[in-house]
T-cell receptor, first 109, second 113 residues
Framework: AQRVTQPEKLLSVFKGAPVELKCNYSYSGSPELFWYVQYSRQRLQLLLRHISRESIKGFTADLNKGETSFHLKKPFAQEEDSAMYYCALSAFGNEKLTFGTGTRLTIIP | DAGVIQSPRHEVTEMGQEVTLRCKPISGHNSLFWYRQTMMRGLELLIYFNNNVPIDDSGMPEDRFSAKMPNASFSTLKIQPSEPRDSAVYFC???????????FGSGTRLTVV
């Protein structure tokens, strides 16, 4: 069975400070990992895919298979980063996504 | 492309009534997913279709829930009879293949009183 754990329900960070949103997963095979963002009362939007190794809105995430983690990082937080962030996993060869419970990030001006 | 389109945006209904939620996926996407979002349980996959065929409905809570995808451009999620505990935001999403992620609709906020 696959599981995604986001240990922090709430995270508050001052503007300009670094941000790290934690994500750990449990899956025995080769996972595909994603970060989604949901701004207030809006739809979920894909932020990052580990497979593309991209940086979006200053965010990056590196898959660490040894630690089974896919933490989301940004060096300098901005007020517009305040949102709900979900980590998600799909098993290799399967489109079904399992989501974590989410972390609500609040940037303090 | 207008993205994934869901209707209605909001639905308030009385307990016991039938509720039908609708979704139009992105043209060319061959997979469609229905999720339910609540404060207590987060995002739960209810069912997903590939090429209009239900692949995994293990997340459908009980027989009161049913979903159909009669063609590549339309899907419905029906709750009959509805109960207050069904109150949630229901999201539809579509995907063009594994590894690309999903595109979500705006969701339907359902309130059962």
């Amino acid at each position: 069975a696959q599981r995604v754990t986001q240990p922090e329900k709430l995270l508050s960070v001052f503007k300009g400070a670094p941000v790290e949103l934690k994500c750990n997963y449990s899956y025995s095979g080769s996972p595909e990992l994603f970060w989604y963002v949901q701004y207030s009362r809006q739809r979920l939007q894909l932020l990052l895919r580990h497979i593309s190794r991209e940086s979006i809105k200053g965010f990056t995430a590196d898959l660490n298979k040894g630690e089974t983690s896919f933490h989301l990082k940004k060096p300098f937080a901005q007020e517009e980063d305040s949102a709900m962030y979900y980590c998600a996993l799909s098993a290799f060869g399967n489109e079904k996504l399992t989501f974590g419970t989410g972390t609500r990030l609040t940037i303090i001006p | 492309d207008a993205g994934v389109i869901q209707s209605p945006r909001h639905e308030v209904t009385e307990m016991g009534q039938e509720v039908t939620l609708r979704c139009k996926p992105i043209s060319g996407h061959n997979s469609l997913f229905w999720y339910r979002q609540t404060m207590m349980r987060g995002l739960e996959l209810l069912i997903y279709f590939n090429n209009n065929v239900p692949i995994d409905d293990s997340g459908m809570p009980e027989d009161r829930f049913s979903a159909k995808m009669p063609n590549a451009s339309f899907s419905t999620l029906k709750i009959q009879p509805s109960e207050p505990r069904d109150s949630a935001v229901y999201f539809c999403a579509s995907s063009s293949g594994q590894g690309y992620g999903y595109t979500f609709g705006s969701g339907t906020r359902l309130t059962v009183v």
